[in-house]
Every structure is written in structure tokens, then in C-alpha cells.
């Protein structure tokens, strides 16, 4: 019988095999069939946890900013694994040396199946300004974006210039989407009258300068 067996030798022979009882070796075979599953499943568990893309599971939240011929928009895409619900986008514009924002809102969006998505159009300058005074000086500011169920929110700071030429075009007006860098929100965000240093030399020698760090953006 099985259960007369040592540790040492729980398999049998093939002539003990031969002499056991129809219902000993079904039992046999039962019990070598769950210990084989549970080993299967111990495995499977630990390789699975210690995948990078655990998180693939929740929703993940991407945003670009287009410019377009009616100005600028702001897309929105869940490519993550899971609906994002509850899905809001915080958008603040200043501009460099200013002492408060221009743009500082909340906006909610409708919820994202898998690899939906939604653009709506944004203005980063305030309508109350003066327009001479609001086109003199370059606008910058960030994005972030977050849902129930996502493990953090993700955020994108931006800088938009005012004045034109081959450089500004290169950098800018030549690219789509628009550049922005991604940082650690809310630890990481610029502070509101900082110029937003991206790409790199944009803000010149400015002494309210953010600048974004030399890492890369995990998310847990």
C-alpha cells in the first residue's frame, strides 16, 4: 500500500506495481497527480508575481498633447488591462515668473474600456488677460492624469514657446505629439512660476528653472 511506504522510496518498482490492488494503485496515481499540482501552482505563483508587468493588470493612463489647427488638445488612452473609472485629468498652466496660475483645473472624462480612448480641446492661456500681454511670454505647465484603480497618478510637464523661428520650429511645430517629459507627481511637479526646462536650453539661463531629473518613471 502507499501508505506503507518510506520517504525514501514512495514510488515503487515496477514489480511492486505489479503486485499492488487495482484501488492501491489509483490511489497512487491520485496522490502523485496532486502533489504534481501543487508543485505546478507554487511555481506558477511565484513566476507570475515576480513579473514586471504585474501591473498590466490595472488600468494605465497615457496623455499626449496635440497641437492641431484649432490649437491644442489633450488625448487620453488606457492601455492598460483593466476599465479606468472615474477618470479625471488635472491641468495647470503659468507662466515663467508669474506669482499664480493661469489655468488651474479639474476635469473629468468618461471611462476608458481597454485600449480606449478620448481627446478634448484645452486652452492654457486666460481669456481675462490682456492679449498683448498673454503673447509676450512663453506658457508652461503640466498634466496629470489618474482613475480608480490605478496605482498612482502619472503626470507630464510641458513648456510653450512664444516666440517663432527654425529652432522653436524644430523643437516644437515639427513634432507630434508635443514634447513633454514625464516626472513623479505629486513629489516631482514644478512649482507654479518655474519654467519648464524640456526639451533641455529651452528657458536659457533663468533663474525659476525646473528641470527634470535624469531618471526613469516607474510605476509600482
Known amino acids: 500500500m502507499l501508505g506503507d511506504k518510506t520517504p525514501s522510496n514512495v514510488f515503487p518498482s515496477s514489480k511492486q506495481w505489479k503486485k499492488w490492488s487495482l484501488p492501491s494503485k489509483l490511489t497512487a496515481i491520485g496522490a502523485y497527480l496532486g502533489v504534481a499540482g501543487i508543485i505546478l501552482s507554487t511555481a506558477l505563483y511565484f513566476v507570475s508575481d515576480s513579473q514586471p508587468n504585474q501591473r498590466q493588470r490595472?488600468?494605465?493612463l497615457d496623455a499626449k498633447l496635440l497641437l492641431r489647427i484649432g490649437g491644442f488638445r489633450i488625448n487620453i488612452l488606457n492601455s492598460g488591462a483593466a476599465p479606468a473609472t472615474g477618470t479625471?485629468?488635472?491641468?495647470?498652466?503659468?507662466?515663467?515668473?508669474?506669482p499664480g496660475a493661469d489655468v488651474e483645473k479639474t476635469i473629468p472624462i468618461r471611462d476608458l474600456a481597454t485600449h480606449a480612448d478620448f481627446t478634448f480641446d484645452v486652452s492654457f492661456r486666460n481669456p481675462l488677460l490682456e492679449p498683448d500681454y498673454k503673447d509676450t511670454l512663453p506658457t508652461c505647465g503640466y498634466i496629470a492624469v489618474s482613475c480608480i484603480g490605478a496605482s498612482r497618478p502619472r503626470a507630464w510637464?510641458?513648456?510653450?514657446p512664444n516666440a517663432d523661428g527654425e529652432e522653436t520650429r524644430r523643437k516644437f511645430f515639427k513634432v507630434d505629439p508635443w514634447p513633454m517629459i514625464e516626472f513623479q507627481y505629486p513629489e516631482d511637479k514644478?512649482?507654479?512660476g518655474y519654467c519648464v526646462d524640456f526639451p533641455r536650453g529651452v528657458c536659457g539661463s533663468s533663474d525659476w528653472l525646473w528641470s527634470p531629473k535624469d531618471i526613469t518613471v516607474h510605476h509600482k
Do not use: C, L, N
Not at 485629468?89 to 515668473?97: E, F, K, S, Y
Not at 510637464?157 to 510653450?160: E, N
Open 58 to 60: 490595472d488600468p494605465i
Open 88 to 98: 479625471y485629468v488635472d491641468i495647470v498652466a503659468w507662466r515663467p515668473g508669474a
Open 157 to 160: 510637464a510641458f513648456y510653450i
Open 190 to 192: 514644478p512649482g507654479i
